[in-house]
């Protein structure tokens, strides 16, 4: 499904993130219910009589901390998540950016005008995607599905809870469609969720054994009985490797490309992936604790999972197999190398046998 997201940067700076750049009253609302303000509209009537200009966010938001309805910390606060909600959308898939110079969005923050610096945002999503990687394999993602365990509504202490499971958990929503339409966090109401799990008042939905045998057999399929060709997930944080890696294979295999632990997460659980290419020295989360968590998961244990590292040596090679990895490449790897690997688990590929492939691809280890 294509979305479209907005990102209004100030020097470098974001300070917006959204659907669309909004108008003051919009603004304005969204401040309001985040922050329960009950008095808001008359706030937003005033300011409209207030203002000089009447399509100035600034100027609102001003009005407003002037007459202390809330401080610029409160401010934000709501607009770092924000953007951190949609930066989690943008980052892990392929899309068109276009660039605008004549916004007159003049939205900032705090007395001195500033925006959000990139570096300390990448930091907070990389502290969520741990965060994500410790609900699993539980909660893999947000795409999964919570489901309520037939018990009795009195066997439920928390009245919260118990509403809310009514009302939102219908086995059929997933988690982020829930999070969603209630305007919260995915991430806080997985934690909450893993709590209901854990009390028992709630499961997630699994492949049974049966479903996932079938889809097996037919990801198995020899290209002459099925026109779907095998799916391969590289797992790798640098730009220059995956394009090497795309132009190696990419014309022989579905390839699909996340640059961390999370966004593969993700990809593992919305599409059926015949193997996994994962580096191992990748930043934030690496690749053997990846790999540790995926063998967790029943569906992903016989998964073949190919290590790419700038690392040699029988050490690494072993830390690779007790992490649950079915092969060790060390890089540079040579690309007809790593068809030929591929062909093994992938036999029936006559057009990849054939093809001659660029001698290597590699980067210099950081």
């Not at 009950?38 to 399509?55: E, F, H, I, S």
């Not at 607009?79 to 930066?87: A, E, P, V």
Request: with cysteine.
């Amino acid at each position: 499904m294509n979305s479209l997201h907005i990102f209004n940067f100030l020097n470098g700076e974001l300070t917006y993130g959204g659907s669309s750049l909004p108008h003051p009253y919009e603004l304005s609302k969204i401040i309001g219910e985040k922050l329960k303000l009950k008095t808001m509209d008359t706030a937003l009537r005033l300011a409209t009589k207030r203002v000089k200009n009447p399509l100035s966010l600034r100027e609102h938001i001003e009005f407003y901390i002037q007459i202390e309805l809330f401080q610029w910390k409160d401010l934000e606060k709501i607009i770092r998540k924000q953007i951190i909600l949609n930066l989690e959308q943008v980052l892990p898939g392929a899309g068109v950016i276009k660039l605008s110079s004549s916004s007159s969005f003049d939205l900032t923050l705090g007395k001195n005008g500033h925006g959000l610096p990139w570096e300390n945002l990448q930091q907070e999503i990389a502290q969520r995607q741990q965060l994500w990687l410790s609900l699993s394999p539980t909660i893999p993602s947000k795409q999964a599905i919570p489901k309520s365990v037939a018990i009795s509504a009195d066997s439920i202490s928390n009245e919260w809870a118990k509403r809310h499971l009514k009302k939102w958990v219908n086995g059929q929503r997933s988690l982020g469609e829930i999070a969603h339409h209630m305007g919260v966090d995915p991430l806080e109401l997985a934690q909450s969720y893993m709590r209901f799990f854990k009390l028992g008042w709630l499961t997630f939905q699994h492949i049974s054994p049966q479903t996932d045998d079938k889809q097996s057999a037919a990801r198995h399929q020899s290209p002459s009985s099925s026109n779907r060709r095998p799916t391969i997930l590289s797992v790798d944080d640098s730009p220059i490797v995956q394009a090497m890696i795309k132009r190696s294979i990419g014309e022989h295999y579905h390839l699909l490309l996340a640059n961390n632990a999370i966004d593969a997460l993700n990809l593992l659980n919305d599409n059926d992936v015949d193997l996994l290419l994962l580096d191992v020295t990748m930043p934030d989360i690496d690749g053997l604790e990846l790999c540790r968590t995926i063998r967790k998961i029943t569906k992903f244990q016989n998964l073949p999972v190919i290590m790419l590292t700038a690392k040699d040596g029988m050490f690494n090679k072993i830390k690779g197999q007790m992490a649950g990895s079915t092969q060790y490449l060390t890089k540079p790897v040579d690309s007809q190398k790593l068809l030929e690997v591929l062909n093994k688990y992938f036999p029936k590929q006559p057009e990849t046998e054939r093809y001659i492939a660029p001698s290597s691809f590699s980067e210099q280890p950081s």
